[in-house]
């Protein structure tokens, strides 16, 4: 079960996080709770049960296909080096399980656009996901 101090931490650590790369984006705390709490997956990591990482994301129709595609909406970590790795995959494979037993067979991951060097995909590539740039899929 997510807390409401849990949620409000996700939304909060996310908006700093892009206001802290850009004004141009103008994020409310209040919207991206509303957001997180209509979001079907939302899953958070902890260390010493202090939120470190989270992830949300849904089950939506792909684009002129009869397809169904898990697609990741937000992912947020103030993790760095092995630790984030580590948050990221368990993160991710919560990710797959969810998708799983909703029986989808196409799940998408996108990096950020702060992230030029595509650093987020290729850390899940290395974790047997496909690479397109940004873009991450795994075939389930």
């Not at 705390?29 to 992830?55: D, G, M, R, T």
């Not at 002129?64 to 080096?81: A, E, P, V």
Request: proline share 1%; with cysteine; hydrophobic share 35%.
């Amino acid at each position: 079960m997510i807390s409401e101090s849990d949620i409000y931490w996700c939304a909060k650590s996310y908006c700093d996080y892009v206001r802290c790369k850009t004004d141009l984006l103008n994020l409310s705390i209040e919207e991206s709770i509303l957001n997180l709490k209509q979001q079907e997956f939302l899953s958070l990591y902890k260390i010493k049960s202090k939120p470190v990482a989270f992830i949300s994301g849904g089950v939506t129709k792909q684009q002129f296909s009869k397809n169904k595609i898990f697609n990741q909406n937000f992912y947020y970590t103030d993790l760095t080096g092995y630790s984030a790795y580590i948050a990221q995959k368990v993160l991710h494979q919560r990710m797959i399980e969810y998708a799983r037993k909703r029986h989808v067979k196409t799940v998408l991951s996108a990096g950020s656009y702060f992230d030029e060097r595509n650093v987020f995909a290729k850390m899940l590539e290395k974790q047997g996901w496909i690479r397109h740039g940004y873009l991450a899929i795994y075939q389930l």
